[in-house]
């Protein structure tokens, strides 16, 4: 099994621009997730995703976010536009609905915002 | 709201040292308990999963314990070493998918 893929690894960006973050799912797996990390936060959960339906966007910090999933087997994570204070990594995870609820990560893409 | 606290914040300690890395949580409503470890500039790997029913998980020299009733887990390495070398994160879910993370142990295995 391939795991969680996430692209792109790194992103140098500019302030006011848009940054599009991607992510597939282990395959089989009906819920997404995406996460944000630094440092002073630690890792805060954004928004999920069951049966690519979104169920809770109440991480998401403001109206320039936005995530979408399309298919059981991809999802975006939209910034528009960047600023510096979103510069972090972006974890996306995803699960099998079943008796553990297990979390399986991606490899995260840092994001810097200049 | 939940919240999750994990002592201590970093840790040093001599290859071959058994170790216990704490985790609490506020709000003992909930549906499971999983360990991760965090490499410098990696994600997340998933280490130990334990149910609210469970009382604890082993996997090679890693153990977990869970005490829903007082609102803590605890991680315990055998025989650390310094491959073990990584950040240690606990996180809780409740009855929704979503898992409320800890801030993490540092952990520094020296040969």
């Known amino acids: 099994d391939a795991g969680v893929i996430q692209s792109p690894r790194h992103e140098v960006t500019e302030m006011g621009q848009e940054v599009t973050l991607r992510c597939k799912p282990i395959?089989?797996?009906?819920?997404l997730f995406w996460y944000r990390q630094t440092m002073m936060r630690g890792l805060e959960l954004l928004i999920y995703?069951?049966?690519?339906?979104?169920?809770?966007d109440s991480g998401m910090p403001e109206d320039r976010f936005s995530a979408k999933m399309p298919n059981a087997s991809f999802s975006t994570l939209k910034i528009q536009p960047s600023e510096p204070r979103d510069s972090a990594v972006y974890f996306c995870a995803s699960s099998r609905r079943t008796n553990s609820y297990e979390q399986y990560f991606g490899p995260g893409t840092r994001l810097t915002v200049t | 709201k939940q919240e999750v606290t994990q002592i201590p914040a970093a840790l040093s300690v001599p290859e071959g040292e058994n170790l216990v890395l704490n985790c609490s949580f506020t709000d003992s409503a909930i549906y499971n308990l999983q360990w991760f470890r965090q490499d410098p500039g990696k994600g997340l790997t998933s280490l130990l999963l334990i149910q609210s029913s469970q009382r604890e998980q082993t996997s090679g020299r890693l153990n977990a314990s869970l005490d829903k009733s007082s609102g803590r887990s605890t991680l315990y390495i055998a025989a650390s070493q310094p491959g073990d070398s990584a950040t240690y994160l606990c996180a809780v879910m409740g009855n929704t998918d979503k898992l409320i993370f800890g801030t993490g142990t540092r952990l520094q295995v020296f040969p």
């Open positions: 395959s089989g797996h009906n819920s």
């Open positions: 995703f069951n049966n690519n339906v979104p169920i809770d």
